[in-house]
Structure formats: structure tokens, C-alpha cells
């Protein structure tokens, strides 16, 4: 028993010696090298699986950007704003993953704030665009943010900026592959055999006030995380490339298929609830990388390894479009503006991103800002009465 009480003493030492040496470590690393720094800024959360820490600020740099986290009373990446809506204001609010949340770049650079920019300087009075965005969250979190979260705000308008992630996002069966743990602190909408969904919620986690104690304030367990999170002990393949690639199959597998099912059905959901509300509900979806880059098939194969022969790059646009049709959601597509902005200015790779990291750089939030204004304005999702010198008061929908 002496023995028993000796080595779990000096294994607990260990740990804590262990824990002690890295904390101090990483703190004093970060000065002496900036280009790759950074500290928590999210959070376990028991509705939406990750959300951001309120009243954050951030340095997050890796490299080749110099980017910069802050969040606001209610756990937004963007500026200060109030829960009620001002008299005369015409709100959107900007749902989506790491793209809206878009820490690579500087607070002034994300996509929201350069859409409030432009409307005002395109003479737009009072209107502010929110920015719900979280990193690895798809249309289920969306809809969950919505009716716990976004609603209070009372949009007038709901943008779901969707990537090609957001199906995978939304299954059960395929984002715990991908991350190569057999669970995942996400909730999941699981389709019935009677075609209805049921909500499985975010596990509880075990310890779960002492975890978030660290996870908020430690250096070490923030890294240890982020480095544990990209180990992948045998990756889930696709017909021969990583499972995620699956979203493009043209026709898919079964088991995306049922993820699209699920997707669909989700954000049906969202655009019924949005529309309860009496607001608009608008998905815009940026260009997928074959789009973007002229070149993709030679860099798609040094990277991935080769290009399955039912992989079809035009597939996601396709099923958006056609879910679009079927239930009146408002499907829009940013990638002809892109395309034009990328020739007329003669960009090169990589384009509108980071040559160390696939999400935007400030260029493209800027265009990426735009093209949504642009969509907005010819479709008419603007309130006329808005734009200075106006006396128009039709109802826009």
C-alpha cells in the first residue's frame, strides 16, 4: 500500500512538475518569438459545443499573418453592441464558422465591419451587420445560435455564410472521422427512420469546471489541445484522399448523402424560424477552391495526391442551388464578382487567403465584404428608406 501511495504521489509530482515547466515555458517562448503567438480565446459550451470567451483580447499570429482577437460582452468577434435594437436601425446579422470569426486578420479587417464601412460609404444610414461567427461550427450550431443567441439581437436580416465544410459539420457520422475521435463536443441533428430529426445535444464532459479553469487561462493546455487536435493515428480516407473531400462526390456515398439529407433539413429549420421572426433569411456561399485557383487540379493533386473520378468541384453549388429551389431559400453565390475582382487586379496565388493558411486574408474579407453588398443591393434586401435621400418605405419582402 506504501508503494501504491509512493508512485501515485510521484506521478502526480510528475504531472504537475511536467505542467509547471511547459506553462512557464510557452510564456516566456512568446516573446522571443512573435510571428507565432498566441492564448485561449474559446470555450467548451454545452449548447453549441465551442463558442468564444466574452471580453477577450488576443494576439493570434502563426507566421505569414498577424491577426488579432476581440471579442465583446456577449461573446462576439466584433465591436461593442447593444441587445436592444435602436429605433430606425436595420440589422443583419452574419452567421458562420472560422470564416466569419476570421481570426488571421485584425478587428478592423473582418468581413462585418467592412460591410458596415462600405454601406456607409455607399450612404446606407444605420444599418449594422453582427458577426455570429465560430470556428468549426456548421448549420445545426447555426441554428441552435440562432434561436438561443441571434434572435435576441433582432435582426432584420439573417446572412448564413456557407463553406464547404458546414455538411460534414453537420454529421454525426463524418466530422468524428475526420477528427479521428470517436466522439465530438458538438450537437448533431441524427436523421430518423421516419425522415425526422432529433437533436442529440453536446455531451457534458467530465471535470468539466476544472477543464475550462485551464482551458481558459493555461498556455500549455491551450497547445497541447491544438497540437492533439491535428494527430490523426490513421486518417479516414474517401475513395483514396481524406474523408472531408467527400462533400464533392458527384453522385456522394450513402453516408454523405445523408449528411446532405441532414444538412437540407436543418437549414429548412433556420430559414422557418428566421422567417417566424419576421426576418430574411439569405444564405451566401464564397467560391470553393477551384474557383478560385485556375491552377487547382495540379496543386489539388501535390497536396491531396490524386483526384478521385466521381470528385466534381461544381457539386456543392449544384445541391445549394437545388435545396435553394425546392424550399424558396435564397441561395446566392459570391464567386463571379470574386473571379472578376481576382482577373481585373491580376491577383496570384494564393489569391484572396494566406500563403501559410487556406481561410481569408484582409483582401479577401475586403472583397468577400463587396460581393455581399453587391448581392444585397441588386437583389433588392435592403431598405431603401436607409440610403440618404430616400423617401421610399415599400416592405422589401
Given amino acids: 500500500m506504501k508503494q501504491l501511495i509512493f508512485r501515485s504521489i510521484s506521478i502526480l509530482l510528475g504531472l504537475v512538475l511536467t505542467f509547471g515547466m511547459g506553462e512557464v515555458f510557452l510564456r516566456v517562448a512568446v516573446h522571443f ?14 449548447v453549441l459545443g465551442i463558442s468564444l470567451i466574452p471580453n477577450k483580447r488576443v494576439t493570434h499570429a502563426r507566421g505569414c499573418f498577424q491577426g488579432e482577437v476581440v471579442t465583446n460582452r456577449w461573446g462576439m468577434r466584433d465591436r461593442e453592441r447593444s441587445l436592444e435594437k435602436p429605433a430606425g436601425e436595420f440589422r443583419i446579422a452574419l452567421l458562420g464558422d472560422s470564416s466569419v470569426e476570421a ?7 473582418v468581413m462585418n465591419i467592412r460591410m458596415e464601412k462600405q454601406l456607409q460609404d455607399k450612404g446606407y444610414r444605420n444599418i449594422e451587420v453582427l458577426a455570429f461567427g465560430v470556428e468549426g461550427i456548421g448549420t445545426t450550431q ?7 443567441r441571434v434572435r435576441q439581437f433582432h435582426p ?45 445535444p453536446v455531451e457534458s464532459r467530465p471535470l468539466n469546471g476544472l477543464r475550462s479553469f485551464f482551458e481558459s487561462h493555461s498556455l500549455f493546455v491551450y497547445y497541447m489541445e491544438r497540437v492533439w487536435g491535428r494527430v490523426a493515428f490513421r486518417e479516414a480516407k474517401w475513395q483514396g484522399i481524406p474523408l472531408q473531400w467527400g462533400g464533392y462526390g458527384d453522385p456522394p456515398d450513402a453516408e454523405w448523402e445523408r449528411a446532405w439529407l441532414i444538412s437540407e433539413k436543418v437549414l429548412t429549420r433556420l430559414a422557418t424560424a428566421v422567417s417566424n421572426d419576421n426576418a430574411k433569411l439569405v444564405v451566401m456561399v464564397p467560391p470553393v477552391f477551384a474557383q478560385t485557383d485556375p491552377d487547382w487540379r495540379a496543386r489539388f493533386t501535390r497536396e491531396v495526391g490524386r483526384i478521385p473520378p466521381s470528385f466534381n468541384p461544381d457539386e456543392m453549388d449544384k445541391r445549394l442551388a437545388e435545396i435553394g429551389k425546392r424550399h424558396n431559400i435564397d441561395i446566392e453565390f459570391l464567386a463571379p464578382y470574386m473571379e472578376a475582382y481576382r482577373d481585373a487586379h491580376k491577383l496570384q496565388w494564393p489569391y484572396f487567403s494566406f500563403v501559410c493558411d487556406p481561410h481569408y486574408s484582409a483582401l479577401g474579407h475586403q472583397v468577400a465584404a463587396e460581393a455581399m453588398v453587391k448581392n444585397l443591393e441588386e437583389h433588392r434586401l435592403l431598405p431603401a428608406e436607409a440610403l440618404s435621400g430616400s423617401s421610399y418605405r415599400a416592405n422589401l419582402w
Avoid: C
Fill in 156 to 200: 432584420d436580416l439573417v446572412i448564413v455564410l456557407w463553406v464547404d465544410n458546414d455538411v460534414m459539420n453537420n454529421s454525426s457520422a463524418i466530422q468524428p472521422k475526420v477528427y479521428g475521435i470517436h466522439t465530438w463536443y458538438a450537437p448533431y441533428y441524427d436523421l430518423q427512420p421516419d425522415g425526422s430529426l432529433m437533436l442529440r
Fill in 33 to 46: 518569438a512573435p510571428s507565432f503567438k498566441s492564448s485561449p480565446f474559446r470555450q467548451y459550451d454545452p
Fill in 142 to 148: 447555426e441554428l441552435l445560435m440562432y434561436q438561443e
Fill in 103 to 109: 481570426v488571421q486578420v485584425r478587428p478592423s479587417e
